[in-house]
Structures are given as structure tokens and as C-alpha cells.
């Protein structure tokens, strides 16, 4: 081969490979904007295995450890609520639809699917509630802020529930914490919807807050979410064939009994709870939300310790003054916004408590169930 | 190999063919493979030791390579340059324990110099001494000895644990804390079964000479360095001087190899990292298997498992060969459908088949001709074939792991074939003519693979579970019991 004929073969194979790199940038481009155009994610959340070929799960997936738990933690709206049983289909006519929202107490940390306070109450509860028959949803999501509650409420609504149970506690209402939950980062925009529409006033651009770009928005930007959303439909096969949706050790380090000798909540100065510091607005727009569907809010139950400094604080998380005066707000603010509230912080004995002040042992649980079950039929 | 391990390497591989005369690929693929080792060598609890069994590869390398050098061949320019470029390298990287920039290429700080140093040394002098030794097949037998004990302590829980043990006495470190997997020797189990196919052929006469830079790069040709395949050395050689002739080319950027190799290492890729990982959520497992609530679920995640495993090690297998091909290297197959195919001695002969060959031609083989050659016995044909198979194929469960679910799925397949065996005479006897009729012939064939997927399936549990009684247990829970 002659240097001509060289050169002539270098330049095909160079103009070759520019050709190449072109096409395969133009791909990339054009595949990745128009994913940013579309905006296919909330769609794509749709598509789910659940409830089609295999069931729907009985609360909303999270979890720590996917290999043991057969569960995912994942924010994408859509993809949780598509996984659950609430969207196994229509809502049956005959059917009394409750859905329970909530901290990792409502959802059942530590319990079996079928031991949550959603579950128990289904079972417990009579079948002919309104002559139709009572099925509560447990749409509880690990994470104390009554935000991360408020966006799933929003979404909730969807599926027509007749009865809303609300279950909260202090911990969920620090201003502070409403806008750190990593759930609320990751739906920013429909958190920023709500905040417009409800007028709830959260200075977004105050927290730390997760900003999207466009770049979050494109294929390559999404892929992580989209890998998780595949995953959460493999792991619903080991849901189904197995039940397990979380990983319950064998042995649970129990709840502190002694308790610090320490008054502190907060930035909070001890025996005053400014009201305006308490997520009370996000419990409004809820009640907002809710429309003309019954909504009660329930103060849940909490472990009340008899241990050490047990006359300064309740437990773990709370110091006696702060926790009574938040259930002085709780009620005054029910009575003066005509909300249906229920305090129920003592309703547990303390032995039916796990691994926190707020977590319940299916014994535990049972008490809250029958308790709901009584009120509901007495004012049915 | 991570993703990320794997698109490096392809990266390099690409680069080399495309930018580098072919002349020069020899060196540059030693000096990736002599990085590679160290650098994709499992982090290991026990001091030094991701520093000392990558270099211990490579004295083994050049030990076996100064064995089965004839005795006629003189050390050529260079043989030398490469042999002391290598000792060279391995100072180097004790040396970047000294210096932060650049530490560390092996996952954790390689040992002083002076440690390394001692070592080296010794090890030129046992090279000295092998290279003096004039009966090369005695050394080679003592090299094999050798070779086999590493793989049984590596592969057998029990002395894997023991040798922890020592290994932690020996650098000062808690011998409470001593775990079989402690000892995790990149590639170890397809180096030493390199170095046996060419200890054995030499042994036998049937070796070609090799320089050193070819044979180092045989032993330790990274791309098929952590999940094979197996090549035979002349095979690979036959690559090497098939490329010479082009020596002063670049490979074509058009070249089919190369489109090949991207293709293969693509497909590879997905069958790995797509396919395989998320099957891997859904196979059986020794967690998993008695959380299962239903019998129809039970066997979803066995053939979960059946098609996970293929596609993992077929996939890394097409890695290797795409990786291979983009210098000019023609690596063998590996997997040729082996879960389409109507029989298990079919299957055998399409899964893991540079094992398989491996075993075959030095096991299998030699074993059954000296068992049809012993003067005195009379074997029957049947028992020769039973007692062939069964050896053969429970070593190769052991070649996994020294374990008894791997013995006992090597037996499994055994079984299987000397079933198949035996329905093979029986059928040519009393159903020759089932065959001529084709609906017939298309409904056995049906029913043949089904038979024998669904055995090679049902064979992964006892590869899959540590226990044996586990195993049992999934057998009596498909059973409905």
C-alpha cells in the first residue's frame, strides 16, 4: 500500500469515526430532550406490576435494606401509590374507604403488613359500617413532618376515601422540620403547588430545599429514580411470594425509660410553645384538602415513662411542659377551626411500646383499633 | 469487575487497538494486566495481603514459565527486559507506600520495601535455582502440587479459616476476628487452572516454546482474568501470531473486530448489569428460601435464579471476549445456549465449556483410558462412564467451592448424565425408528428440553444453598409438602 492509498485510509476511518461521535451525540440529545420536554416520569410511575400481576402492597414502600425487606424507599408519587392496594382498581360501591395517614407509627415500624393500624382495623371493624363494608388503607410514611403528610393526603384524594385518619404528634410540627424530610425534597414541585394554591405560607426558599435544573429533569438526570422504580416492581415479587415488607430484627432494643435530666425541645424556651413555630397552617390546608370528606385528627398515642426524670419528660422526645402545651394548641385549634380532633396520647400502656416512644406493638396497636372502631360507631 | 472496572479496561483496550501499531499491544496489554491485578484485587482484612497475592500470581507465572522453558532456548533481550520490567513494577508499587500522591494502587498500603525487597529476592533466588534444576518435570510436579494446594485452601471454608488464622498470627492482627473469606486471590482460580494445562503439557510433551511477555500475558491477560474463560495456551498464541503478521498496522476503526468486540462487550454489559442484577432480586437464596408462602412462587424464584446465574457469567464471559477482540484476540466461547439445549450431555457441552474441556482433557479423559487399560481388570463400558462422570463432575462442583452442596451438584449432573447415557444405547436399540416419523421426533425434542432444563434447574438449589438440608427442604416444599 502506497502513502496515497495510506492517507486515503486514514481519512475514511477518521471521517468514520467523526460520523460515529455525531450520531451518537445527536441520539443522546434528541433522546434526553425530549424525556425533558415530556416529562415522562409521573406516567411511567403508573406503570406498575402491582395490583395486575402481582398484589398491591398494604402500605406505601420504604426500606432500608431492599435484599431483606423485598421494599424500597422511593419518593415518586405515583410509583408508591401505584404499588399500593388502594390502586388495585375502582372503588367498590359497597365499600366505607378510610385511609390512615401518619408517621412510621401509622405505617407500622416494626410490625407485620397485616398488624398495622390500618389492618387491624379493617379486621375489627364491623361490615356493614353505613350498611357497606369498612377497608382502611394504610397510606402512613415513615418521617415526622405533617408536609410529607400533606402531599400524600393531596395525592390521596384521588381515591375518594370516605373517612380521613389523621395521626399525628408533636414531632411533626416544628416549623422547622416540615420542609426536611427527604419525601418533601423530592417533591419539591408539588410541594411548591400546594404552597401557592393552600397559601400555606412555608418559606421554600428559606430551607435547603433540593432546587431541580433542567439537567434533573432529563434521562440522565432521572435514571436513578427510573432504576428505583424498576427495582420496586422486582421486589414486588419477593412482596408477593413471600409477604415481607420490611426487616423486623429478632431482638428490638426497647424505648429509653430513664430519660435525661433535661428540659430542652427544640430552640423552644422551656414552658412556652409559640403557635406560630407549629406546622398548625399544614393541618389547616389539609383540612382543606379533605373537602367534604370527614378528616379527624388523632393525637397518637406516645410511651409515657415512669423511669428516670420521668417528671421532667414524658419520653425521648418530649419534656412534660412542651408535649402539655402542644396538646393545649392541639385542642384549642381544633375547637376554634371546628376540626374533629381526637387526643388519644395516653391510650396505650406503656409496656405495648418497641423500639420508640411512638411505635407500637400489634397488642398496642389493637388498643388504638378498637378504640377508632367504638368512636366510629358511636358517631357513626 | 465493576461497571466502572469494566469500562476502564474496554476504554484501554480500545484505545490500544485503535492508536497503537499491533507490535507494541504485547507490551501494553502486560503493563494493564500487571495493573490490572492490583488495582481490581479484592480489599482483604489481613495486612499486606492485597499487595502479596497479586504478586504472588506473578511469581507463579514466572516460575512455571522458566519450568516449561526448553532447555535449548536461551533467554532472549527480550524475555529479560520484560522479566526485570516486572520485578521492577512490583518495587514500584511498595515504593508508593512512601509516597502520598501516588499511594495506592492495591487497596489498601502495601508492606515496607525492605519486606518486599527480602521477598523478591528469595524469589530470584528459587528462580535461579529452577532455572538450574535440570529435571524440569520433577519441578513441574512439585509447581503442581503446589498450585492445587493454594486452590483447595482457597476454595475450602475450613482452611481458608485456617489459614486466616496463621496468616493474622503471622502480621500481628487478631486471630479472633479470622474469616474464610478473608482470603479472596483475584482470578485464582483461572490462573492455576492455566498453569496446570501447561504444566500438564509440557509434562506430556505437548507444549510449544513460549517467550515470556506472551506467556505472562496468557496467564494474566486481564479481561479474562476474574471470570474466564479458560483458553488453552496454544489457542491464545495462535491469536498473538496471527496479529504479528499485521505488526505494523493499527487495528481498523472499521475492522469487524472492533464492531464485534463493542457489540459483545454491550451485550455483555446488559445481560450483566440489566438483566442479571435485577434477576438477582428475585432468585432463590439461602435467606430467601424458607420466607416463600407458596409452592408456584417457589419455583418462580428457582428459575429466577436458573436464568440469573447464565446471564451473570455468560454476560461477563461476552465482556471478556468483546474486550479481547478489540486487539485481535479471539478468546474461546464460553456459553453456546446451553438452557436451549435437549439433553445434559448437550447442556455440558455448551455450559462453562473451557471447564468442562479443561476437565475433560485432563481428568476425564486420562482417567477413563487408564480404567479401560488396566490389564488385570475387565471393566464394563457402563462402569467406566459412571465412574468418569461421577469424578468428573463432582470435582467440577468442587471447583466452585470445597463444600458438600457443590459435591453434591456435581453428582446431580453426574446422574443426569449417565441417565442420558444410558437412555442413549437403550434408544438406539428399541426406539431407532421414532425418529423418522418428524411429529414424533418434534414432540421428543420438545419434551427433551423441557426434561432437561427443568433438571439443570432444579440442580441450582444445591448449588444455590449452603446446606444440604436446606436444599432438601425445597425439594419437599416443590413437592407441596
Redesign the interface.
Known sequence: MNSKQHENLANIEKNFAVRVFIKSFVIFLVINLTFLLIKPVPHIGKLSAYNRVISGRLRLPYGDNPNKAFNLTIFQLETIFASHEISSGKKPSNEYRIITIGDSSTWGFLLKPDDTFASILTNISPHNHEGKIVKAYNLGYPGMSLTKDLLLLSHAMQYQPDLILWLITLESLPQQKQLTSPFVENNFQLLNKLNHSLDLKLELSYFSIKKYNLWDETLIGQRRQLADMVRLQLYGVMWAATGIDQEIPDEIVLRMDDLEDSEDYYDFSPTHLPVNELAFNVLDAGSRISGSTPLIIINEPMFISKGKNSHIRYNFYYPRWAYDEYRELLNEQCRFNNWQCLDLWDLVPESEFTNTAIHMTPAGVTYLAEYMREYLKFNN | MSLLHILIVSGLFLLIGWLFPVRYHKWIIAIISLVGIYWLQPSTPIRHLDFWLPTVSIFLVIVVWITIKPDSLIFSKRDWISGILIILFIIIISLSRYINLLCCLTPSRPPHINQVAIIVFLFLGCCVLTFLFTKKKGIAWIIIFLLVSLFIIQKSPQLSYLASTVLRQFSGQNISLANSLDICWLGYSYLAFRLLHVLRDFSNKRLPSYNFLDFFNYVLFIPSLTAGPIARSQDFFRNLEKNELIQNKVL???SPNLFYGLRRITWGLFKKFVIAD?LA??SLNS??FD????TT??W??IY?YSLRIYFDFSGYTDIALGIANLVGITLPENFTSPYLKTNITSFWNSWHITLADWFRAYFYNPLTRYMRNMPNLNLPVWLIILTGQTSTMVLIGLWHGITINFAIWGLWHAIGLFIHNRWLVFSRVYFSRIETYSNVSHALKIISWIITYNYVTLGWIWFVLPEPTQAIRVFMMLLGF
Open positions: 481498523s476503526l472499521s435485577s432480586i428475585i435467606l430467601s420466607q416463600i408462602n407458596s412462587w417457589l418462580i424464584v429466577a
